[in-house]
């Protein structure tokens, strides 16, 4: 898709309503919040910053399973705003849960929960920068079974703009 930016002659008061206007006033939205040449850029600092808090602004209530002797990556989320965020999730685990920060390229280990048995909560809050994402890995490396439910990401009532990596 390629932005189209209309000729003044186009929207003047008089002019008439045409296909190719209407495609462009269609188009251009996410032709802009694509990044496509030509189009305007999105400045992060219009989205704002965010504050960690009880408000719930992305979350899955879906449960993921992690069969004995194997890890899973679950709940990546992409950051756009700076700030912080709480991000909570239940586990139920018989090995170790690490919840990471990418920043650069490079990955931070920014919490570690070692679980034995029985579902527990666990919230963090998280500093962020446009560009990071978090995400949790799960290593089991006994017999059970693990389980992961409920992961939210909330705010003191900030709208949270995901990035482009975002999944459970």
């Given amino acids: 898709m390629t932005y189209v930016s209309p000729p003044d002659g186009d929207i003047d008061s ?3 309503m045409t296909v190719a206007l209407l495609t462009a006033l269609r188009d251009n939205p996410k032709a802009i919040a694509d990044g496509d ?3 305007p ?8 910053s965010t504050v960690a808090g009880d408000v719930v602004q992305w979350g899955v209530s879906a449960q993921r ?6 890890e899973l990556i679950a709940g990546r989320f992409g950051f ?3 700030g912080s ?3 909570a999730c239940e586990t139920s685990f018989y090995g170790t849960v690490n919840l990471h920060r990418r920043r650069d390229g490079v990955d931070t280990v920014l919490a570690t929960i070692s679980v034995s048995a029985g579902w527990s909560l666990h919230s963090f809050d998280v500093a962020v920068l446009p560009g990071d994402f978090t995400y949790f890995r799960f290593d089991n490396a006994v017999s059970g079974y693990g ?6 990401y909330s705010t003191a009532g900030e709208t949270l703009w995901p990035g482009a990596i975002l999944d459970l």
Avoid at 147 to 152: A, H, M, N, P, Q
């Fill in 41 to 48: 850029r999105i400045r992060l600092p219009a989205l704002g």
């Fill in 37 to 39: 040449l030509g189009a």
């Fill in 80 to 82: 756009l705003q700076s």
């Fill in 65 to 70: 399973t992690v069969l004995p002797d194997s």
């Fill in 85 to 87: 965020v709480r991000v």
């Fill in 14 to 16: 008089g002019s008439p």
């Fill in 147 to 152: 389980y992961f439910r409920s992961l939210v």
